[in-house]
């Protein structure tokens, strides 16, 4: 199985400063196809998870340019330019390459 | 707009048994591998199991292998999670979730807002 690392657990930031995450996989996650399934998901309090970023680094529909995501192979990273009171939640990383389907530990982005 | 919408949750004894449903509606069904994922309170999230956009091809996680199968009927847009020989350890949320590929998930870009499994006695 693959095993996705998350650092760090919790960041706290101040709003309109910038916060990254990291997401480490235990193998490649580059398909045969070619494409490398990475996303990065939020979980706001109370809520559904949400698609922020898929393959890397491409934004889903409606996910504000602040979110941007980057990496290759085994190592990747989740960037918010400057954090918002929404933003505060839970972050996962997750791989689609292979089954199982594997989720990163989770990093919660709160504010200072 | 696509929904997806959970049900069938509730209170399970051990041993005992639940079916969970997702009603599907926004986009063409068969065309997309469909998933389940569970996240126990407080915990993070947990792949349990998907089904190719045929329904064909099933995959399960090793927890609910052999005691969880995954079925869906395209003609009425609907996923279904049966849930036997439950375990308290299977007490989570369960969320209903799309996947962006046919046969593989790759990705999940819509969820369900999730239907809560408690096993208890």
């Known amino acids: 199985d693959i095993v996705m690392t998350q650092t760090p657990l919790s960041s706290p930031v101040t709003l309109g400063q910038p916060a990254s995450i990291s997401c480490r996989s235990s193998q490649s996650l580059v398909h045969s196809d070619g494409n490398t399934y990475l996303s990065w998901l939020q979980q706001r309090p109370g809520q559904p998870p949400r698609l922020l970023i898929y393959k890397i680094s491409n934004r889903f529909s409606g996910v504000p340019d602040r979110f941007s995501g980057s990496g290759a192979g085994t190592d990747f990273t989740l960037k918010i330019s400057r954090v918002e009171a929404e933003d505060v939640g839970v972050y996962y990383c997750m791989q689609g390459t292979q089954f199982p389907l594997t989720f990163g530990g989770g990093t919660k982005v709160e504010i200072k | 707009e696509v929904q997806l919408l959970e049900s069938g949750g509730g209170l399970g004894q051990p041993g005992g048994s639940l079916r969970l449903s997702c009603a599907a509606s926004g986009f063409t069904f068969s065309n997309y591998a469909m998933s389940w994922v569970r996240q126990a309170p407080g915990k993070g999230l947990e792949w349990v199991s998907s089904i190719s956009g045929s329904g064909a091809i099933t995959y399960f996680a090793d927890s609910v292998e052999g005691r969880f199968p995954i079925s869906r009927d395209n003609s009425k847009n609907t996923l279904w999670l049966q849930m036997n020989s439950l375990r308290a350890e299977d007490t989570a949320i369960y969320y209903c979730?799309?996947?962006?590929?046919?046969?593989?998930?790759?990705?999940?870009?819509?969820w369900g807002r999730g239907t809560l499994v408690t096993v208890s006695s």
């Open positions: 979730a799309k996947g962006y590929c046919t046969t593989g998930v790759c990705f999940f870009d819509y």
